[in-house]
Structures are given as structure tokens and as C-alpha cells.
């Protein structure tokens, strides 16, 4: 399957806290992006990084790329329970086609 | 500027009839992609849409079909309808072909009844 992977599936974390959510893939990518879901709803892009950056931030987000590993990383720090919600990563694969990972649920408690 | 629109927003058929969802991309996206999403299998590809031309198509039965207007609008057509085809049905509207960011509506929930 050429389709991303994340771990963990679901993180339950106090607000305040960081949460790190990982994604692996196993295709050639030009970008890795990341968007947010909110229960039923569109998915909302977060965060796009290219293949020849390592880091990138925006706002409470950090993204990490590593290509040799093919995964990437995102963290959201100082976490607020409007941070729960369902995070995926998304890529372009060899066969032109863009995938999704299959998520991970993020539970911020107050 | 308006975003994407899907509709409708929940739809509810009956087991072997069709149904068509309408999408409108934001003015002047140029591109339309589908998705099924159901918690089993997550989002799952069905069709890219860029300029009325379909330029990739998922792994999907030849029950879903779909169609770009001239003015990018997109429809997508599942015929005779399965208990397996319930889902959230998301549309995402990018620029161009280039992978550069999704703009999603809100989805469209389909029940098969």
C-alpha cells in the first residue's frame, strides 16, 4: 500500500500539554501537507512542507519532514481543548494520486 | 471569497437507487477531487477533476462515476446504491493539478438505507 500511516491512532492529553502526531509513507513525495477534521466536517489544511525542508512552523504547529525515513512529524504545543480533533497527513503519490493517512484522534481535556 | 460548496448536505436513499452530488469549487480553482470517507476505511480517493478533463480515478466500481463543468462545477453519481456506500462524500478544490493545498466543503453524508 502506498498509503501514509500515523501513529498514534488516537492521544489523549491535558490542555496545555504538546502532542506530537507522526506520519510514515512509503511513495516519493514533492510535499507532505497536514489538515485538521473536526467531528463530520471538511478537513481544514494546516501546514504544507516541501521535500527539501526539514522544519517549518506556523503559529502552536511544527511540522518535521525527514525523507530518508520517509515520515514526518506534527506538533501543536500549548495544546487547547479547540485542538481536539482528527489530524491527517496528505501526499501526492507515484501514481499522481493524493492519498490520506488514516488519522489520528486527538482528544484535549480541559 | 466563498469557499467550497457541497450539496446537499445529507441525503438519504434507499438500497439500488442512484443518487448525484454537486460540488462548487472556490472561483477560480481550476481542479476537483473526491473523497469517501467512512470510519473503516478512512478517506479513500475516488476521482481528480482539472479542467472538465478527469485526469485520475481511485479504486472504486464503476458505480461511481463523476463529471467537471466549464465552470469547474463537479458532480459525482453513485449508481444502484449499496449499504456499503453510507459515508461522508468530501469534495476539495486546489489552484491546479499541482498538490499544493486542499480547499474542502463541508461533505455530504450519505445514508443508504
Known amino acids: 500500500s502506498q498509503q501514509g500511516e500515523e501513529d498514534p491512532q488516537a492521544l489523549s492529553i491535558q490542555e496545555g500539554e504538546n502532542a506530537t502526531m507522526n506520519c510514515s509513507y512509503k511513495t516519493s513525495i514533492n510535499n507532505l501537507q497536514w489538515y485538521r477534521q473536526n467531528s463530520g466536517r471538511g478537513l481544514v489544511h494546516l501546514i504544507l512542507?516541501?521535500?527539501?525542508?526539514r522544519e517549518k512552523h506556523s503559529g502552536r504547529l511544527r511540522v518535521t519532514l525527514d525523507t530518508s525515513k520517509k515520515s514526518s512529524s506534527l506538533l501543536i504545543t500549548a495544546s487547547r481543548a479547540a485542538d481536539t480533533a482528527s489530524y491527517f497527513c496528505a501526499m501526492k503519490t507515484s501514481y499522481d494520486k493524493v492519498i490520506f493517512g488514516p488519522g489520528t484522534s486527538l482528544s484535549v481535556i480541559p | 471569497k466563498a469557499g467550497v460548496t457541497q450539496t446537499p448536505r445529507y441525503l438519504i436513499k434507499t438500497r439500488g437507487q442512484q443518487v448525484t452530488l454537486s460540488c462548487s469549487p472556490i472561483s477560480g480553482h481550476r481542479s476537483v477531487s473526491w473523497y469517501q470517507q467512512t470510519p473503516g476505511q478512512g478517506l479513500q480517493f475516488l476521482f481528480e477533476?482539472?479542467?472538465?478533463?478527469?485526469?485520475n480515478k481511485g479504486n472504486f466500481p464503476g458505480r461511481f462515476s463523476g463529471r467537471q463543468f466549464s465552470n469547474s462545477r463537479s458532480e459525482m453519481n453513485v449508481s444502484t446504491l449499496e449499504l456499503g456506500d453510507s459515508a461522508l462524500y468530501l469534495c476539495?478544490?486546489?489552484?491546479?493539478?499541482?498538490?499544493?493545498?486542499?480547499?474542502f466543503g463541508s461533505g455530504t453524508r450519505l445514508t443508504v438505507v
Open positions: 477533476y482539472f479542467s472538465e478533463t478527469q485526469r
Open positions: 476539495a478544490s486546489s489552484l491546479g493539478a499541482l498538490f499544493d493545498g486542499y480547499t
Open positions: 512542507i516541501r521535500s527539501n525542508e
